[in-house]
């Protein structure tokens, strides 16, 4: 799906298995349009973790859990015009050793994902030679770390990763069938914003400019 949710991120996993109904991939959220109407929903359950890691006599978790749920929608209410938008959530556990003491507690998974979710509005030209697209990209706030992640302050902000909502214009026109022009005006807001877990903000606003040639 346009949306989809990351489970179990990048733990050092010496041995490990994972029993699912249903998968969990990369958050993706690019916003393109299916031109017509359709929807989607998809249910994550039961998702048994299992997995090991030692280091230095240290066990990081033994087991746990994911289950979510994603939705994606797209409505053409006009012959040019279409809304789509989507959402995603996650919740986790995992039995962790925190200390190098036998000693085990449940705390979230790490670098679980925080509610995230994108809605957007897309004209496509009678020509069929240009199109222009709004897009919102937001995200919950997520401040419930493992104690992992909270020993991480340059990736994990102490009081929290903060929710963002993010707004992009984006075009595209087709002079030539051979001549691909794209213009986007990304974070329109110039808002200070990151993806949990990545250790650094994104760009402010920023114009990007593309020419495709089709030989």
């Known amino acids: 799906g346009i949306v989809s949710v990351h489970a179990v991120d990048r733990l050092d996993i010496t041995n490990s298995t994972v029993s699912a109904n249903g998968g969990f991939g990369q958050v993706i959220a690019d916003g393109t349009a299916t031109g017509g109407n359709g929807g989607n929903v998809s249910v994550y359950t039961d998702v048994v973790i299992s997995q090991i890691n030692i280091t230095n006599s240290t066990v990081s978790s033994d087991g746990g859990y994911a ?20 959402i995603a959530w996650l919740e986790g556990e995992a039995e962790t050793y925190p200390t190098s003491r036998p000693e085990s507690v449940i705390e ?26 709004g897009l919102c990209q937001a995200a919950d706030t997520r401040d419930d770390y493992p104690t992992q992640d909270r020993s991480d ?42 993806i949990l877990g990545s250790g650094q903000n994104e760009p402010g606003r920023n114009l990007v400019l593309g020419l495709t040639l089709d030989f």
Do not use: C
């Open 153 to 194: 302050t340059q990736r994990f902000p102490p009081d929290g990763t903060p929710g963002y909502a993010v707004f992009t214009v984006r075009g595209g026109w087709t002079p030539h069938e051979h001549v691909l022009l794209t213009a986007a005006l990304e974070n329109i807001a110039d808002v200070d914003y990151r």
């Open 67 to 86: 289950q979510g749920i994603e939705a994606e929608l797209s409505y053409r209410f006009h012959p040019r015009t279409t809304a789509f938008g989507g």
């Open 108 to 133: 979230p998974l790490s670098r679980l994902m925080p509610t995230s979710g994108f809605l957007g509005i897309r004209w496509d030209a009678a020509t069929k030679r240009g199109w222009l697209e």
